[in-house]
């Protein structure tokens, strides 16, 4: 069993920058691969980014490529979103999940966070 717990959300002015973290507890979170994603109001959860269990292997939604780096501390169980140049269309509730893959497919997740807001104001 994998707990995730997001942090790191808040009220941003348009080109800010904010770090979410989620903080994951049990022994299998080095193991797993780890991905967020976000969901704004009225629309569909989207995939953010995504991390292979050891980090080696990163990927992007083309939105925020160049933009967002994902990262991971498997020492201190925590993978980190830094987000930057942020623009208005990226507000949304941001989850972070554990999964076997790093997929872009929220079905390919087995455990998920409660979600932390971000608002970018413009």
């Known amino acids: 069993q994998v707990q995730l717990v997001e942090s790191g959300g808040g009220l941003v002015q348009a080109g800010g920058s904010l770090r979410l973290s989620c903080a994951a507890s049990g022994r299998m979170f080095s193991s797993m691969a780890m991905g967020w994603f976000r969901q704004a109001p009225g629309k569909e959860r989207e995939f953010v980014a995504a991390?292979?269990?050891?980090?080696?292997?990163?990927y992007y939604a083309d939105a925020v490529k160049g933009r967002f780096t994902i990262s991971r501390d498997n020492a201190k169980n925590t993978v980190y979103l830094q987000m930057n140049s942020l623009k208005p269309e990226d507000t949304a509730v941001y989850y972070c999940a554990a999964g076997w893959t790093p997929t872009s497919q929220a079905r390919d997740y087995n455990y998920w966070g409660q979600g932390t807001q971000v608002t970018v104001s413009s």
């Open positions: 991390i292979s269990w050891s980090g080696g292997k990163t």
